[in-house]
């Protein structure tokens, strides 16, 4: 049950990221509400994986992709704080209820430019995961007992 959630959290984080970034098209009230939605969605990612946060940051130093992990978390967590922060000041819609005022120049700057850079990181996050779980499907389709159609998915995975 909890691993079906953990990965339809991922796949609803990956459609998310995805619409979030054609501001334009998607217009800044819909932008707004994909992003707080966003947020939340990232809070239950964290806490649904805290424990493994936990366990990867105590071993980082056991192997290069323990440590390239540790750096690429740490990274998208630097650039998702810093929209976190910037989000609101910019805000017209959402967050109107906040008494915020001024420095919308300086935040738009950096909001644009943390988007940048933690959809390069989120990109990273996400393939060094997917590689695990397409090592595990050829790991599960290299077994005896294995469907023809778990061997086709491995197969394809491992081609792409």
């Known amino acids: 049950m909890k691993k079906a959630l ?20 998607i217009g800044e009230r819909a932008h707004e ?3 707080a ?19 990867g940051f105590r071993r980082f130093w056991s192997s290069p992709l323990r440590l390239l992990n540790c750096l690429i978390t740490s990274l998208a967590s630097l650039a998702f704080l810093a929209l976190l922060i910037s989000g609101p000041f910019i805000s017209k819609y959402v967050f109107v209820f906040l008494p915020i005022s001024g420095g919308a120049a300086l935040a738009r ?15 990273l996050h996400l393939g060094l ?18 469907s023809k159609t ?5 197969l394809m995975a491992t081609n792409l």
Not at 109 to 123: C, E, N, R, V
Request: glycine share 2%; net charge positive.
């Open 150 to 154: 778990l061997f086709i998915i491995a």
């Open 33 to 35: 509400w994909l992003g």
């Open 6 to 25: 953990k990965i339809s959290l991922d796949i609803a984080l990956i459609v998310l990221l995805i619409c979030l970034m054609p501001y334009l098209h």
């Open 129 to 146: 995961f997917l590689e695990r779980a397409f090592g595990l499907t050829k790991y599960a389709a290299s077994s005896p007992r294995a």
């Open 109 to 123: 700057s950096i909001h644009l430019l943390a988007a940048y850079w933690a959809f390069i990181f989120f990109s």
């Open 37 to 55: 939605l966003f947020v939340i969605l990232v809070w239950v990612h964290v806490k649904l994986n805290w424990a493994a946060f936990q366990a």
